[in-house]
């Protein structure tokens, strides 16, 4: 069996995602945005959802992932190509390393900017939180953190119930949502918190 012929075996999964063609250079950069967010991953582009190759031009596919790593992402994103041929079709591999420059933002038709996350197969659009969780990690002293009556409360709900939305932390604390962003992103730095997906909500839960 050829080497992409396995990697197809594989399925999707968190490093890596099917794409029959690329239709839209501005859809295409959520998902090179959620991998060099996450883990880096690769698309293999000339294969059906089910794993069928259909095959592409790779050169065609080539000019549209260019255009979603330099003009629809912010900052560019990099990355690295190989052709393959199976069944006597043309696959391209597209390669995206982690970044250490997150986050990288997906630039939409309408002018705004998300930052995207890589959860199993599907692509997630992140909140404030995690954006300041990145932009806190650039630092070279990430913010101190200070066990308070307000983590008390918040710590005090997730033991009882496991996980907690943002809306209900800033309800509990009783903080505006700017200081309610700045707590939860430092008790991620801190590996206190994990950030979950869950049915396409963004909850929270105690770090394990």
């Known amino acids: 069996m050829s080497y992409v012929l396995k990697l197809i075996e594989e399925g999707e999964h968190q490093q890596q995602d099917f794409k029959t063609r690329i239709e839209d250079s501005r859809k295409i950069a959520r998902t090179l945005s959620a991998f060099a967010n996450t883990d880096g991953g690769r698309l293999l582009i000339g294969v059906k959802d089910n794993g069928a190759i259909s095959g592409v031009d790779p050169e065609e596919e080539f000019h549209m992932i260019e255009a979603a790593a330099e ?24 390669d995206i390393d982690a ?93 206190i918190l994990e950030l979950h997906f869950e049915k396409g909500k963004t909850i929270y839960r105690l770090s394990k």
């Open 99 to 191: 970044s250490t420059r997150k986050p990288h933002f997906s630039l939409e038709e309408d002018g705004k900017r998300f930052a995207y996350l890589r959860q199993e197969d599907k692509n997630f659009r992140v909140n404030a939180v995690m954006v300041k969780v990145w932009e806190q990690g650039k630092m070279k002293r990430p913010p101190g953190f200070k066990y308070t009556e307000l983590e008390g409360k918040l710590f005090d709900y997730l033991r009882r119930r496991g996980q907690i939305s943002f809306k209900t932390a800033a309800r509990i604390t009783r903080q505006s949502y700017a200081k309610t962003e700045n707590m939860l992103a430092q008790l991620i730095c801190w590996n």
């Open 71 to 94: 003009m629809y992402c912010d900052p560019p994103i990099g990355f690295s190509t190989q052709i393959w041929k199976a069944n006597f079709r043309t696959v391209l591999q597209v």
